[in-house]
């Protein structure tokens, strides 16, 4: 029976509180600081707080609601301890419930929690990328896909919902039994014809939880299972607004409801369908079927007959029922094309069969792909290069196959004749029947839990024990059984139609059985189990988002990358050691080299205070403008410049920065940067930076000072008031030091406070 228990309660409180709590501290500490950065990135920093706000509440909510609603649950089983479909609520009431309102629920829930990582990834970084044209863009924009699919999804469901209302399926009987009649009706509301009427399919799976923490994974297998379509004209009026009839006749040896092991159950599932303007009806309800005290004989093994056989492989191949294994009626949609000629009767399976499946096979392999590639052009060690490049392989042979694969099977006079291929281009094989033990439909098992239809495949197995795959990617479990029946018929073997089940090598073929007169019992809902789910989803999203944040911080040169701040994340380059001073021959010579060879030598026989060098550096800078980029070595001169001693190796640090930007030391780029700093947000920072470095060289001083100091003093971003101090220190003169003063002392943003401060004392070109 179940317990619930006030302990699991608390520890799950426990658990979710650091997670509320440190959330909210955290949004608590961006607002107080809000005036040390950008709205926006306040904005960011609030919508990451609230993914731990959200995992923390959820989680307490979780706690308190689980144990209210296991003390309800505890309640019914101990006054129905013999009749377990009285222990859920609507069961009770002779009805199901239909899954959309849940859907819709855990569909907002996580294109909420997926968006309130991958936004701020959106916000921050793609427009960067965009405007210097970094292909990482694309990777980043996989990545927000996610959170785009899943808010479309969760407005699908919450259409859908709105639209058809809470939907039930009323029983006729409670509760239903194998062998007995599952009839009723589905009462929602449908406010337009469905031309092609309602599609019902009725089913026995067998859900199988495997693995466990992390790596548990949920699969279901189709045991039996019955579909057929009630007519538009057929629908009738009902309480909130049509009926669909439902009539379905399960065998008597089927398996019953069983939720006795969470990792192991079988339930029965209505699922009903219909094509209807806009969003289509798609709706689910899980049914009772149980032996109640009135039926009289044992089920066959407690409820399907299964024999488990094992092949090469070591999977096991439970069969269901014979109540599915005669002859089979063509279905009204099918996608194999049947031809007679007078080489016998052809089976052909065209290519694209599922588009819904290769589309999303072609995302995945686009996506690993891009990772693949960006991960080569980052020097990444080879072991993990290999692993990609395997694994992207892997995928693109299963995207050609789903997409491109096609199957002919020809039955004529003692032999089968089999070719499956991309573009049908396999070798054909032939058998002769008296070499054919038996043709079976195979499905394998469903992963999650949509009630969709499975992947089946036809199976040939010769006596002598191997087998062949004639044709996969069928998802019609009715289209696969109607073949083989036809291939049967037309070879003159036995004609068997049940569909075969792969289960991996651990999971039993039988379940468990229930006995007559035992006591049900059903074991305690694992609340924490989902909560843990949850979690582990927010850590792979999480994992996810640091790996793309860790790509996007490797050393790349953009607008304003030449500042203190930036940081080499690449192995360092060894200095060089000049014996002695730049000679006449050394001139030539280097004036020989290419700009970026030049430009390298000259600053670093610069920062080693050889006056020649300076000079003949003075001499080229501007000629290496367009003609040099920023490599591991220009970088880290740059930074052992910015610091040195002698002024001269600053004024240095200064040309080397306006050579790599394009800048020429001359009034017309003074206006451009003016007009740059005054019309492009983006790029005002950079441009006010890229002023200091003209006025220290002497341009246009008087004007550039005072727009420096206007945007210092004066501007509302705190980002551009910092590099407008930047660019101060390049200045030189005494009254600036003043000013960066005021700044340090007066300025209401910590980031601006500090750079003035260090512009004062370190770091910038000034006589005391």
Known sequence: ????????????????????????????????????????????????????????????????GGYGLLKQQAAREESNPLSPWLWRLDWASSRAESQNKKSEIASW???????????????????????????????????????????????????????????????????????????????????SRAEHGIDLRLSC???????????????????????HNVPAGAVEPGPLGRAIPVDFSPPADSLVTDHDNPSDQVLWLLHAQADVPGVDYSDDFEIPV???????????????????????????????????????????HTKVVVSTGSGGTEFY?????????????????????????LMSQKHTPIFFFIFLGLSDLI?????????????????RSGEILSRTGIFGLGRTRRMQVSEVASIVPVVSMQQGNSSGN??????????????????????????????????????????????????PLGVSPQTQRQASGQVFTQSQQRVPAAASAGIFLVMVAGMIGFMAWRMTSFPSRTNNSHTAAAASAAKPVARRVFSAPLTDADVERVRALPAQVQAEELLERAIGHDTRALELFDQQVESWIGHMGMSERVRQLEQRSQFSKDLRVRYANVDINLALEGWQKNGQAADLLIERARTDQHYRAAAVYFLGMLAGRGVDYERIHSVLLNYARYDPDAGVRQWAVEGMRFLGKDEV?????????????????????CNISDCGIFTR
Not at 205 to 227: H, P, Y
Not at 395 to 411: D, M, N, Q, W
Not at 480 to 495: D, F, M, N, P, Y
């Open 737 to 757: 030091l003043d000013e960066l003063f005021t700044s340090f002392t007066e300025d209401p943003a910590n980031s601006v406070r500090d750079r003035a401060g």
């Open 109 to 191: 829930v996580f294109a909420i929690l997926c968006n309130l990582i991958t936004l701020p990834f959106l916000f921050r970084m793609i427009p960067n990328f965009a405007r210097n044209g970094d292909p990482r863009v694309f990777l980043l924009l996989g990545f927000n896909l996610f959170g785009v699919i899943l808010i479309v999804k969760a407005l699908r469901a919450t259409i859908r919902h709105r639209r058809f209302g809470d939907a039930y399926f009323e029983f006729d009987a409670l509760p239903f039994s194998p062998g007995e009649r599952v009839g009723g009706r589905i009462h929602l509301k449908l406010d």
């Open 205 to 227: 799976v067998r859900k199988l939880v495997s693995g466990s923490g992390d790596n548990r994974s949920t699969n279901q297998i189709a045991l039996w299972q019955a579909e």
């Open 1 to 64: 029976m179940t317990q619930p228990s006030k302990g699991a309660a608390v520890f799950l409180t426990l658990f979710g509180l650091p997670f509320l709590g440190g959330g909210l501290a955290f949004i608590y500490a961006q607002l107080l600081s809000r005036g040390n950065f950008k709205t926006f990135d306040i904005f960011t920093g609030i919508m990451f707080g609230s993914v731990f706000v959200f995992i923390g509440g959820g989680l307490i909510y979780a706690a308190f």
């Open 349 to 373: 399976f065209p290519v694209l069969r599922n588009p819904s499946r290769a589309l999303m096979l072609f995302l995945v392999l686009l996506v690993w792909t891009g990772v693949a590639f």
């Open 395 to 411: 995928i693109l042979a299963g995207f050609l196959h789903v997409t491109f694969g096609s199957a002919r099977i020809c039955v």
């Open 454 to 503: 499975a992947l089946h495949a036809i199976r040939m197995r010769l006596k002598d024990g191997s087998k062949i795959t004639l044709a996969d990617e069928i998802d019609s479990r009715q289209e696969a059984r109607w073949v083989v029946s036809q291939i049967e018929t037309l070879a003159g073997l036995k004609l068997d139609t049940h569909v075969e089940v792969d289960l």
């Open 290 to 332: 149980f032996r109640n005290a009135a039926f009289a004989g044992p089920a066959s093994d407690s409820g399907t007959r299964t024999t488990a056989g094992a092949d090469s492989f070591g999977f096991a191949t439970p069969r269901p029922s014979d109540a599915d294994s005669g002859a089979v009626p063509q279905p009204a």
